[in-house]
Nanobody, 124 residues
Framework: QVQLVESGGGLVQAGGSLRLSCAAS????????AGWFRQAPGKEREFVAF????????YYPDSVKGRFTISRDNTKNTMYLQMNSLKPEDTAVYYC?????????????????WGQGTQVTVSS
């Protein structure tokens, strides 16, 4: 098993930036593909970004493409989400998740391990 802990959330003005971190412990993080999801009040959990086990493959939905960047440092067992040009609609609780194997990157049900979430609030 792997345990995940997010950090780095907070309050930022529209147009600003935040970097989220996801620290993994337990089994070797590089064994798992990983991703970020978010959930706003009253809405379903939404896929935000995916990264392959080695980090050489990434995937984003159109809603964040060009603004968000996912990365990982397997030597530090940590994954990151750099968020730029933030918009009020990006406000949500952000979760990191990990799993292996995986077939559909954006399907939350395929992820076995989840962090507790970190709040991101973007003011207009």
């Amino acid at each position: 098993q792997v345990q995940l802990v997010e950090s780095g959330g907070g309050l930022v003005q529209a147009g600003g930036s935040l970097r989220l971190s996801c620290a993994a412990s337990g089994r070797t993080f590089s064994r798992y593909a990983a991703g970020w999801f978010r959930q706003a009040p009253g809405k379903e959990r939404e896929f935000v970004a995916f990264i392959s086990r080695s980090g050489d493959g990434t995937y984003y939905p159109d809603s964040v493409k060009g603004r968000f960047t996912i990365s990982r440092d397997n030597t530090k067992n940590t994954m990151y989400l750099q968020m730029n040009s933030l918009k009020p609609e990006d406000t949500a609780v952000y979760y990191c998740a990990a799993t292996w194997p995986i077939s559909v990157y954006g399907n939350a049900h395929e992820y076995d391990y989840w962090g507790q979430g970190t709040q991101v609030t973007v003011s207009s």
